[in-house]
């Protein structure tokens, strides 16, 4: 649903934007996609889809449960410190 910013008509900020935010200020932290959904008022096959996207982010705790495990803007090093 568009919203309007000044004159322009603005489109709202895609859901996998939203979900990456999300994420990415809570690893570590589990979920159930049904709560995630609610919180970023978009539906749970969004979510579902988003985690079967991005399945190197997540780990399954449970049926219905998952983990963030890592966030897309992290780096990783390797054992010399290096990228």
Known sequence: MPFWQGE??????SKSLLI????S???GQ?????????????TVQTVYLYIRKNPTLFTT?????????????QLILNSNSTI
Not at 20 to 23: A, C, F, G, R, T
Not at 34 to 42: E, F, H, I, K, P
Not at 61 to 73: A, H, L, Q, T
Request: charged fraction near 30%; glycine fraction near 6%; hydrophobic fraction near 30%.
């Open 8 to 13: 322009h008509k603005m489109r709202t900020p």
């Open 20 to 23: 990456d935010k999300y994420i």
């Open 25 to 27: 200020e809570r690893i």
């Open 30 to 42: 589990e979920f159930k996609p049904n709560q995630l959904a609610d919180t970023l008022n978009c």
């Open 61 to 73: 705790v449970n049926r219905g449960v998952f983990k963030i495990i890592s966030g897309k803007n």
